[in-house]
């Protein structure tokens, strides 16, 4: 059976993220031919359009590590009401030099979770804007706009029996989606 490879991208570097938490969890629920990996972003410069022809080692191995996967999940907090400016940062780096964007055709999802009741849906709506920008085929449906609350996650920090029944839907509509886009 084809095996799927995905890079997984979290849009924040607090060592307690609600969203690498729920990353970490929610691979648990797909497939056993999908298998997920973190991207590292944390070491990746401020993109400088300067530094196209000479990109750092570090944009380097994740372009790489992008260009081999065969779909993205990107797992987003809100910040003032649109997308960390880590995770645009790697987005950017991603694009370019111009005609050398790795991130075209890969299917993604996207998930986000905060403690505020709306969900990071703002943020998800750039992120959308900005994957449209990227060639990038991004799963509709089911949104996913996660509010952070008791029972989120269980005691071992996998998802919790209240949320499972929709997450373990939106893993299964994000599966059927990378398989039908993956290439
Ligand atoms: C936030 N937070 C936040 N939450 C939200 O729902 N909408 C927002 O616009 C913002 N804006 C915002 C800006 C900045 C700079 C910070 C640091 C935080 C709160 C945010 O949801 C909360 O800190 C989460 O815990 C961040 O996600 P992680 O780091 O837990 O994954």
Same mark, same amino acid.
């Given at each position: 059976?084809?095996?799927?490879?995905?890079?997984?991208?979290?849009?924040?570097?607090?060592?307690?993220?609600?969203?690498?938490?729920?990353?970490?969890?929610?691979?648990?629920?797909?497939?056993?031919?999908?298998?997920?990996?973190?991207?590292?972003?944390?070491?990746?410069?401020?993109?400088?359009?300067?530094?196209?022809?000479?990109?750092?080692?570090?944009?380097?191995?994740?372009?790489?590590?992008?260009?081999?996967?065969?779909?993205?999940?990107?797992? !987003?907090?809100?910040?003032?009401?649109?997308?960390?400016?880590?995770?645009?940062?790697?987005?950017?780096?991603?694009?370019?030099?111009?005609?050398?964007?790795?991130?075209?055709?890969?299917?993604?999802?996207?998930?986000?979770?905060?403690?505020?009741? !709306?969900?990071?849906?703002?943020?998800?709506?750039?992120?959308?804007?900005?994957?449209?920008?990227?060639?990038?085929? !991004?799963?509709?449906?089911?949104?996913?706009?996660?509010?952070?609350?008791?029972?989120?996650?269980?005691?071992?920090?996998?998802?919790?029996?209240?949320?499972?029944?929709?997450?373990?839907?939106?893993?299964?509509?994000?599966?059927?989606?990378?398989?039908?886009?993956?290439?």
């Amino acid at each position: 059976m084809r095996q799927y490879q995905i890079a997984v991208i979290v849009g924040s570097l607090r060592r307690e993220s609600y969203n690498r938490n729920l990353a970490t969890a929610i691979v648990k629920l797909a497939p056993p031919e999908f298998s997920f990996t973190q991207v590292q972003i944390s070491d990746l410069p401020p993109y400088n359009q300067d530094d196209d022809e000479n990109q750092a080692a570090s944009v380097r191995r994740m372009k790489a590590e992008i260009q081999a996967a065969d779909g993205i999940l990107i797992v !987003t907090p809100e910040y003032n009401r649109s997308i960390p400016g880590i995770l645009k940062n790697v987005l950017d780096h991603g694009s370019r030099p111009y005609g050398q964007n790795v991130w075209a055709g890969k299917p993604a999802g996207i998930l986000g979770a905060s403690p505020g009741n !709306t969900g990071t849906a703002m943020a998800q709506q750039h992120l959308r804007n900005i994957l449209s920008a990227l060639d990038v085929p !991004t799963q509709g449906q089911p949104e996913a706009y996660i509010q952070v609350r008791e029972g989120l996650f269980d005691e071992s920090g996998d998802i919790g029996e209240a949320s499972r029944p929709f997450l373990q839907k939106w893993m299964n509509h994000y599966a059927a989606w990378v398989k039908r886009h993956a290439t």
